[in-house]
């Protein structure tokens, strides 16, 4: 039993380290072009190892790129659509979970039934209304329609569910209203799941392509996952400025996925318990 244990546990341990220099390969790969000359990119003689420690594509990205625009862009509105999708799917959950109304349980329903619609089922008609209210090309058409985050409300609605009735009856009791039970007793019960659903919606955000890509229209409001595209000259794309782009666009989300990876991993969980 015991060698047959060793060997399973060697078998893997093989699988898991080839399947992550799978995975690091392509990132391996982006270092090492990005650290090339455009011409040495595509030479014959460009092998696997990293033959040189060239920063001119990432000087390039840095100064004759509109990077640091496109960092502004995307730090902005990821933040605005984070603080956006938490307080207004928190305060929606809230009700739902706690306030009797007329229209609740359809409200709720209209929540779980959006959840099942595919965001890009809404593209067409979301880029007509943004069309409509002169909101293309601008920080306010990226962001509105990503706010709406369905998933969000419903692990807030669930975490509501199971704080006990009693803490709501004493904090009433003492003259509380609604305001001051959301944000002075469910908001700091439910602290962490708030803290992983702020950090995994501020990297979708982040990385957020395809509607910023078809809202935006001038190189000055791209993002950076948009801005990306741009990256090319009059012979074609520069591959090596295009992989430096792509590192200094990933590092961030890279960098906060390091710092909170904890939070992260529970948000992911959370919202894959939920799915299921």
Request: net charge negative; charged share 15%.
């Given at each position: 039993m015991r060698g047959a244990r060793k060997v399973e546990n060697l078998v893997l341990t093989v699988c898991g380290l080839t399947a992550a220099l799978v995975w690091i390969f392509p990132i391996y790969w982006a270092v090492v072009t990005s650290l090339r000359s455009?011409?040495?990119?595509?030479?014959?003689d460009a092998g696997l190892l990293p033959?040189?420690?060239?920063?001119?594509?990432f000087t390039d990205a840095l100064f004759n790129t509109q990077i640091v625009r496109?960092?502004?862009?995307s730090i902005g509105t990821a933040l605005i659509i984070t603080i956006g999708v938490i307080v207004?799917?928190?305060m929606c959950a809230y009700a739902i979970s706690q306030m009797r109304f007329p229209g609740r349980r359809l409200l709720y329903g209209i929540v779980l039934a959006s959840f099942m619609i595919p965001a890009q089922a809404l593209v067409v008609s979301q880029?007509?209304?943004m069309s409509d209210l002169g909101l293309v090309n601008s920080w306010a058409g990226i962001i509105l329609p990503q706010l709406i985050v369905p998933i969000v409300i419903i692990v807030y609605k669930q975490f509501f569910d199971a704080v006990p009735k009693e803490?709501?009856?004493?904090?009433?009791?003492?003259?509380?209203?609604?305001?001051v039970l959301l944000f002075k007793l469910y908001l700091p019960l439910n602290w962490g799941i708030t803290t992983a659903l702020a950090i995994i919606t501020f990297i979708?955000?982040?990385?957020?392509?395809?509607?910023?890509?078809l809202v935006t229209t001038t190189e000055d409001m791209m993002t950076i996952p948009v801005g990306i595209t741009q990256v090319n000259d009059v012979f074609g794309v520069a591959y090596a400025r295009l992989m430096a782009v792509a590192l200094l666009a990933?590092?961030?989300?890279?960098?906060?996925?390091?710092?909170?990876?904890?939070r992260v991993t529970e948000a992911v969980m959370i919202s894959s318990g939920v799915k299921g």
């Open positions: 455009e011409s040495h990119v595509v030479s014959d033959d040189g420690f060239n920063l001119t594509a496109w960092y502004f862009n207004s799917c928190m880029f007509i209304l803490m709501r009856e004493a904090v009433i009791l003492d003259g509380g209203g609604e305001y979708g955000a982040w990385n957020a392509f395809f509607w910023p890509f990933a590092m961030p989300v890279a960098l906060a996925y390091l710092i909170f990876q904890r």
